[in-house]
């Protein structure tokens, strides 16, 4: 089965760092995703998707040092749905993106400034550690 995902977005907030009780860095950032399109009418209409994005190991660890609100990047990952029940009994879902490898595009512009982002030296983080089953709790 293929189960892969490709964004280009911008970070809504600074990543979020934390460890699992194994020590294992796991990184969270919110992804916001912009989608053109036009109406019936001919008229271009925009809208923004938000994404949970996690990362786990030595990308994890790069992320959170790296990436900053506002930041673009080129995401590649999977999709994960986690899936509980809450105190009502009630099951509950969420789908959230697992990060493999990400491409820093842009870092985030000043209001005032004229300059276009540049796309030279891109850093793509390789996340070499996470190709082993025991980097991965789950």
Do not use: C, H
Request: hydrophobic share 30%.
């Amino acid at each position: 089965m293929l189960n892969k995902v490709l964004l280009i977005g911008r970070l809504t907030r600074d990543p979020e760092v934390r460890y699992l009780p194994s020590g294992m860095q796991v990184t969270t950032f919110s992804l916001a995703v912009n989608r053109r399109f036009k109406d019936k009418g001919g008229n271009w209409q925009e809208e923004t998707y938000f994404f949970d994005i996690e990362s786990f190991g030595g990308l994890a660890e790069r992320l959170g040092r790296q990436l900053s609100k506002g930041n673009q990047i080129l995401l590649e990952g999977s999709l994960r749905q986690d899936k509980w029940e809450n105190q009502a009994g009630e099951k509950r879902s969420r789908v959230k993106i697992v990060a493999e490898r990400v491409a820093l595009l842009s870092k985030p512009t000043q209001p005032d400034s004229n300059q276009k982002p540049s796309y030279e030296g891109s850093e793509f983080v390789e996340p070499t550690d996470l190709n082993s089953d025991e980097d991965v709790p789950f």
